[in-house]
């Protein structure tokens, strides 16, 4: 796979998931060597903090990075405890902590498995119970083993450096050498498609981390932004809360990098003065198949020749897909693991899917326990029996289903009204409410029969979605998608064996907090807002390109390239030179 960037004369018709202009490709707009600026602060460790404080600190400015959350190896202990024993960690979890949504659980849940779980029916019978009636060899493999969830969703949650911003601007080669300088592997700066995995994140960032501590910033893990520190409608500083207690940060600049489940953020801005308005977002479920399903829908007779070297996986793929050769990892001619990419509009709404995972898993991507978020992950290798995929539709910031009185939140009160629908559906306990996609289609409830195999390993509860959950107008353009243009791309996408778990709402960040042509709030001076959380970037690499931006214009326009500093090889510009 190959990514060309093209530039063309007029206007485009742009479609979300399918026609989308590149963001976030213009120039800082900050004259050069104008700063006065030398201390900043740092809201969050997502992709977008870690390179603003990397840029700003290689240019000798004096750095603070706070973070709710905790360093991965504290975090993935949270999320242990979470997956393993129901225990919520309000502060570090699945969306909050070092890297961001989606990059820290390093710790594994004890197992025996290998990526798969038991299913959970919360409506009666136990976990072993409830799964061993699973039909077919995905569904029989569940009853036998138990997770090992190292991460969470979100941003990092798969390792995905693909970006709509380009692939070969001078901010994007920086970000990619960057990675691997820090332990990714060195063919990503020539994959057109290229995939960390959600283990491959962990060493990483703790790698990173040690060049920001070499660099002199003054990393503080556990640490809460309370408020913004004001004079004379500027921004001086922030008030925060760690271990120690209250205090306050001065500083000439602050960077607010947090991620777009912050919603304390959000409140933080708005009452120092920041202007906030809201952003159109997609809303939806999270679509689960069976990976051997994928691989045949994708490759036909040659499905037989996806190998991941996960000996369940490997036969249940086989099973689906019998060939009389010998295939290993070491077979010639072998297939990566099919993936999809699916888009259809129906009346005003765009209906696509998104953040694929291939041998993936389904996980909670909450942070209070009164609602229920999915989003999905995968390893590097990718070898799951499941594959998952958002399936979502537009909302647009008019949309008749959003409380117009909300005013600038209509988004963020929609979103959460969703979540707190979803929690209740599933019964509590992170239990996820699911339903078959064929049900949801035919607009039929469950049948009385065992819940269907699922990656997610909390339980899953098998209910009416397609009644209780999206507005009818949002839920009818999704199953007209489904059953139309998916199933045309994809004959056999909308079967009993498609699983829909709910809800998927954190696409993006509901609310954009507006800056100006110089990176800078409009209202408030030296508050720069910044990264998928403000609404200016949307996965890893336009994070941390907008990071890499801001940190210019707080610069005064320039800045040391990070990239070349890292010492990595670019074979682009050993292209350009031949």
């Given at each position: 796979?190959?990514?060309?960037?093209?530039?063309?004369?007029?206007?485009?018709?742009?479609q979300?998931?399918?026609?989308?202009?590149?963001?976030?490709?213009?120039?800082?707009?900050?004259?050069?060597?104008?700063?006065?600026?030398?201390?900043?602060?740092?809201?969050?460790?997502?992709?977008?903090?870690?390179?603003?404080?990397?840029?700003?600190?290689?240019?000798?400015?004096?750095?603070?990075?706070?973070?709710?959350?905790?360093?991965?190896?504290?975090?993935?202990?949270?999320?242990?405890?979470?997956?393993?024993?129901?225990?919520?960690?309000?502060?570090?979890?699945?969306?909050?902590?070092?890297?961001?949504?989606?990059?820290?659980?390093?710790?594994?849940?004890?197992?025996?498995?290998?990526?798969?779980?038991?299913?959970?029916?919360?409506?009666?019978?136990?976990?072993?119970d409830?799964?061993?009636h699973?039909?077919?060899?995905?569904?029989?493999?569940?009853?036998?083993?138990?997770a090992?969830?190292?991460?969470?969703?979100?941003?990092?949650?798969?390792?995905?450096?693909?970006t709509?911003?380009?692939?070969?601007?001078?901010?994007?080669?920086?970000?990619?050498?960057?990675?691997?300088?820090?332990?990714?592997?060195?063919e990503?700066?020539?994959?057109?498609?290229?995939?960390?995995?959600?283990?491959?994140l962990?060493?990483?960032?703790?790698?990173?981390?040690?060049?920001?501590?070499?660099l002199?910033?003054?990393?503080?893990?556990?640490?809460?932004?309370?408020?913004?520190?004001?004079?004379?409608?500027a921004?001086?500083?922030?008030?925060?809360?760690?271990?120690?207690?209250?205090?306050?940060?001065?500083?000439?600049?602050?960077?607010?990098?947090?991620?777009?489940?912050?919603?304390?953020?959000?409140?933080?801005?708005?009452?120092?003065?920041?202007?906030?308005?809201?952003?159109?977002?997609a809303?939806?479920?999270?679509?689960?198949?069976?990976?051997?399903?994928?691989?045949?829908?994708?490759y036909?007779?040659?499905?037989?020749?996806?190998?991941?070297?996960?000996?369940?996986?490997?036969?249940?793929?086989?099973?689906?897909?019998?060939?009389?050769?010998?295939?290993?990892r070491?077979?010639?001619?072998?297939?990566?693991?099919?993936?999809?990419?699916?888009?259809?509009?129906?009346?005003d709404?765009?209906?696509?899917?998104?953040?694929?995972?291939?041998?993936?898993?389904?996980?909670?991507?909450?942070?209070?326990?009164?609602?229920?978020?999915?989003?999905?992950?995968?390893?590097?290798?990718?070898?799951?029996?499941?594959?998952?995929?958002?399936?979502?539709?537009?909302?647009?910031?008019?949309?008749?289903?959003?409380?117009?009185?909300?005013?600038?939140?209509?988004?963020?009160?929609?979103?959460?009204?969703?979540?707190?629908?979803?929690?209740?559906?599933?019964?509590?306990?992170?239990?996820?409410?699911?339903?078959?996609l064929?049900?949801?289609?035919?607009?039929?409830?469950?049948?009385?029969?065992?819940?269907?195999?699922?990656?997610?390993?909390?339980?899953?509860?098998?209910?009416?979605?397609?009644?209780?959950?999206?507005?009818?107008?949002?839920?009818?353009?999704?199953?007209?998608?489904?059953?139309?243009?998916?199933e045309?791309?994809?004959?056999?996408?909308?079967?009993?064996?498609?699983?829909?778990?709910?809800?998927?709402?954190?696409?993006?960040?509901?609310?954009?907090?507006?800056?100006?042509?110089?990176?800078?709030?409009?209202?408030?001076?030296?508050?720069?807002?910044?990264?998928?959380?403000?609404?200016?970037?949307?996965?890893?690499?336009?994070?941390?390109?907008?990071?890499?931006?801001?940190?210019?214009?707080?610069?005064?326009?320039?800045?040391?390239?990070?990239?070349?500093?890292?010492?990595?090889?670019?074979p682009?510009?050993?292209?350009?030179?031949?």
């Amino acid at each position: 796979t190959y990514v060309v960037d093209v530039e063309c004369a007029g206007a485009l018709a742009e479609q979300p998931g399918r026609c989308e202009r590149l963001e976030g490709a213009s120039p800082v707009a900050v004259p050069r060597g104008t700063t006065t600026k030398k201390s900043a602060v740092v809201v969050g460790s997502g992709p977008a903090g870690l390179f603003a404080a990397l840029q700003l600190a290689s240019d000798g400015c004096a750095v603070t990075l706070v973070e709710r959350g905790e360093p991965v190896e504290r975090r993935g202990r949270d999320i242990g405890r979470l997956m393993a024993g129901r225990q919520l960690q309000a502060q570090s979890n699945f969306c909050f902590g070092e890297g961001g949504a989606g990059a820290a659980a390093a710790s594994r849940v004890p197992s025996r498995g290998d990526g798969v779980v038991g299913n959970v029916d919360r409506r009666g019978g136990s976990a072993p119970d409830a799964a061993r009636h699973d039909e077919g060899p995905e569904g029989r493999e569940r009853s036998q083993t138990k997770a090992r969830t190292k991460n969470d969703a979100g941003t990092w949650s798969d390792g995905k450096l693909t970006t709509r911003i380009g692939r070969n601007s001078g901010d994007v080669r920086a970000v990619l050498r960057t990675f691997v300088r820090h332990g990714a592997p060195a063919e990503i700066l020539t994959q057109g498609a290229p995939h960390l995995g959600t283990d491959g994140l962990i060493g990483i960032l703790k790698s990173l981390r040690g060049q920001l501590t070499e660099l002199g910033v003054d990393l503080r893990f556990g640490t809460r932004l309370l408020g913004l520190e004001t004079e004379d409608g500027a921004c001086v500083g922030v008030r925060v809360l760690g271990e120690a207690g209250e205090a306050t940060l001065k500083a000439d600049a602050v960077v607010c990098a947090a991620g777009h489940s912050a919603d304390d953020v959000y409140d933080a801005l708005e009452a120092a003065g920041a202007t906030l308005e809201a952003k159109p977002v997609a809303v939806g479920f999270r679509v689960e198949h069976p990976q051997s399903l994928v691989n045949g829908l994708a490759y036909g007779d040659l499905a037989c020749r996806v190998v991941t070297g996960n000996s369940r996986t490997d036969k249940a793929n086989l099973l689906r897909h019998p060939t009389d050769e010998a295939l290993s990892r070491d077979s010639e001619a072998l297939l990566p693991v099919a993936a999809y990419r699916l888009a259809a509009d129906v009346g005003d709404h765009s209906i696509y899917s998104f953040c694929m995972c291939p041998g993936g898993q389904v996980v909670p991507a909450l942070t209070k326990p009164s609602e229920m978020v999915v989003n999905g992950m995968s390893y590097s290798r990718r070898h799951s029996l499941f594959a998952n995929a958002a399936l979502v539709v537009s909302v647009a910031t008019d949309d008749p289903c959003l409380d117009q009185s909300k005013g600038a939140r209509r988004v963020l009160a929609f979103q959460r009204s969703l979540e707190r629908k979803a929690a209740l559906l599933g019964g509590g306990d992170y239990v996820c409410p699911v339903q078959r996609l064929t049900d949801f289609v035919e607009k039929r409830p469950p049948k009385k029969r065992p819940p269907p195999a699922s990656s997610y390993r909390l339980g899953v509860r098998e209910t009416s979605l397609h009644d209780d959950l999206l507005p009818d107008p949002l839920a009818d353009a999704l199953r007209a998608a489904a059953t139309g243009a998916f199933e045309r791309s994809m004959p056999g996408f909308v079967g009993d064996d498609a699983i829909l778990h709910g809800v998927e709402t954190r696409t993006s960040a509901p609310l954009r907090v507006l800056r100006d042509d110089a990176c800078e709030s409009v209202s408030l001076k030296n508050l720069y807002p910044c990264g998928e959380g403000a609404g200016y970037a949307g996965g890893i690499v336009s994070a941390a390109v907008d990071g890499l931006r801001v940190a210019r214009a707080v610069l005064g326009g320039h800045g040391s390239d990070v990239g070349a500093a890292t010492g990595v090889e670019d074979p682009q510009d050993v292209a350009a030179v031949a």
